[in-house]
């Protein structure tokens, strides 16, 4: 798995690739997360169109992601969200906890 890191207009988006699974990947995304927050990157958008699998540890780490992001005041919203992960999050009722945007645009715009 890797994550690259780019901003716009405020906002750190993370465009990761490949798998999100218990191990490396999970830890991956807990210190890229981390690290943004030490930096002033409150306004985090992860791109997961290109996510090819999240396991149940990598679900959980999303929903670390957003509370640790959430408890430093800033925001954290999920992009392309593909068929299965968007299954995933509906099954396990994270769907409504989680704002998600198809459009990358609207969803940089949503941040306030």
Known sequence: ???DTRSVNGVTILDVHG??????GTREV?????????????????NLGDVSYVDSA?????VSSYTTVTNQGGQFKLLH????????????KLLTVFDSFDDETTAVGSFS
């Open 1 to 3: 798995m890797t994550i």
């Open 19 to 24: 798998k999100v699974t218990i191990g490396e």
């Open 30 to 46: 807990r210190e890229k997360i981390r690290e943004l927050l030490e930096n002033g990157n409150k306004n985090i958008l992860m």
């Open 58 to 62: 990598g679900i959980g780490e999303l």
């Open 81 to 92: 969200l593909t068929k299965k992960i968007r299954e995933l999050l509906a099954i396990t």
